[in-house]
């Protein structure tokens, strides 16, 4: 079992469309998390962290349940710009000497 | 301005000619790391380093070095560089904690 699962790609949508993007993490001691984005060819960039209660910036929302060792990401109102890789990331804390776990990512194209 | 930087962006060399590829932080980060991103495989660490004199394996060590002699810089050493480890290249720096990871612009190797 891979230690950060994504679902798989790519996401083809509208724009104004909702899409959500599920993340699965094996490391029950994991202690922090985050989403990030990465447009082609180019560096991945901070999207959100995630936190326990739930957060949102904007169109986007994070949420994390702790129990069932689950994240998701919530795109609501698509627009073109959109459009990337995005990759779920989870810290497995000072016990995994602080690394930082990367999924493989999942693709969203959002079209006109 | 808060950055990592990566030389060189681009290169393009032969099999069995040693290599370095430097990288910088400026943010005054413990944590710093080297990933290498290949289609169909995500991100995968190959070096990482929790401090000065302190660096461990990642998931893909082998064929490449690293050192940390000081906290702003991590320098990735292919020693004899093959075609396998033609690939993007990214190097990336965070704080203690939860902080999030800042990413270098990435470096594109091409060994023939």
């Known amino acids: 079992r891979k230690e950060v699962e994504q679902d798989p790609g790519p996401f083809n949508v509208p724009e104004g469309a909702t899409v959500a993007f599920n993340c699965t993490y094996s490391?029950?001691?994991?202690?922090?998390f985050f989403w990030y984005r990465q447009d082609c060819r180019k560096e991945p960039k901070l999207l959100m962290s995630?936190?326990?209660?739930?957060n949102e910036d904007g169109r986007f929302t994070a949420q994390l349940n702790r129990a069932s060792q689950y994240i998701s990401l919530l795109i609501r109102d698509s627009k073109l710009s959109d459009s990337a890789t995005y990759l779920c990331?989870?810290?497995?804390?000072?016990w995994g000497g602080g690394k930082l776990i990367f999924g493989q990512g999942t693709e969203l194209s959002v079209k006109p | 301005e808060a950055q990592v930087t990566q030389n060189p962006r681009y290169l393009i060399t032969v099999t069995g000619k040693k290599l370095t590829v430097t990288c910088s932080q400026n943010?005054?980060?413990?944590?710093m790391s080297w990933y290498r991103q290949d289609p169909g495989l995500g991100l995968r660490q190959i070096y990482y380093?929790?401090?000065?004199?302190?660096?461990d394996k990642g998931d893909v060590p082998e064929g490449y070095k690293v050192s940390r002699k000081e906290k702003r810089n991590f320098p990735l050493i292919l020693e004899s560089p093959s075609p396998n480890q033609t690939s993007l290249y990214f190097c990336?720096?965070?704080?203690?904690?939860?902080?999030?990871?800042?990413f270098g612009d990435g470096t594109r190797l091409s060994i023939l």
């Open positions: 990336a720096s965070r704080g203690q904690g939860d902080q999030p990871q800042h």
């Open positions: 943010m005054n980060h413990e944590y």
């Open positions: 380093s929790m401090n000065v004199e302190v660096t």
């Open positions: 490391n029950s001691a994991s202690q922090s």
């Open positions: 995630v936190y326990s209660s739930g």
């Open positions: 990331v989870v810290n497995e804390g000072i």
